[in-house]
């Protein structure tokens, strides 16, 4: 994520309604939001009454979180699952598909058992991710127009390209460039990597690092998730 631009093109939406009120459905207190990014979701956590830890191993991401206007609830740290407390939350969340950014075997065994350190007994730990069957790779490509934000320092309108390079095994690779739309100078340009992972892959990591109850919602509804669903949000119990 770019946390110049992130803000103005990731708009409230669906997927945020259905995290705040799973939360509610689980009558959680003190959760910490794992990949927390701006605080773009976090804020509206903290309004809603939650005490959150949000982490984000992103700096300049903290700094913009910390800027925004938001209840005096939030703890931001810069850092990773490591700096979860043992044994302190009623709910462990990563949002907006931050499930994908741990590439490898090892990185995604750390994180979840992290978080289920982190859970009180009882504690519930949730998430969401792509389903690798519904193909959206396919969507993104078929969109040749680029986003477009304004640069909140100079006033500058801004252009979000993205270039698609595409899978090694399950790792999906692509290019964001940011450029100022009057002299096309290229202000940003990162590599971003995805792994997806399958339904069945996930629930069997969530179970042997000791997770149960584990539901498996479809497309930010609460009904059982399906092959046809293009989003899974995982949740499961310690």
């Known amino acids: 994520m770019i946390p110049l631009v992130y803000d103005q093109i990731n708009g409230w939406g669906k997927d ?23 605080g ?59 499930a994908q950014v741990f590439l490898t075997e090892d990185s995604w065994k750390n994180v979840i058992s992290d978080a289920y350190r982190a859970l009180k007994s009882g504690g519930h730990f949730i998430f969401d991710t792509r389903n690798p069957l519904a193909k959206v790779w ?34 999906f690779t692509f290019y964001e460039t940011v450029k100022n739309a009057r002299t096309d100078e290229v202000v940003i340009h990162e590599k971003m990597q995805l792994r997806f992972r399958t339904q069945e892959e996930i629930y069997e990591s969530l179970h042997q690092v000791g997770f149960s109850q584990i539901q498996t919602y479809g497309d930010w509804e609460f009904e059982q998730a399906t092959e046809e669903t293009k989003s899974f949000i995982f949740h499961g119990v310690k």
Not at 54 to 70: G, L, M, Q, T, V
């Open 40 to 98: 773009r979701l976090t804020t509206h956590f903290a309004k809603a009454g939650y005490h959150i830890t949000a982490i984000d191993p992103n700096e300049e991401a903290i700094e913009y979180a910390k800027s925004k206007e938001y209840p005096d609830v939030v703890t931001w740290i810069v850092g990773d699952s490591t700096n979860l407390q043992t044994n302190a939350f009623d709910a462990v969340i990563m949002t907006a598909n931050v």
């Open 138 to 171: 396919e969507q993104w490509a078929k969109d040749e127009t680029p986003d477009v934000a304004t640069d909140q320092l100079s006033g500058e309108q801004l252009e979000i390209w993205t270039e698609y390079e595409g899978f090694v095994e399950d790792v």
């Open 16 to 38: 945020d309604e259905f995290f705040l009120g799973l939360l509610n459905k689980i009558n959680a207190k003190k959760i910490a939001d794992l990949g927390c990014g701006t």
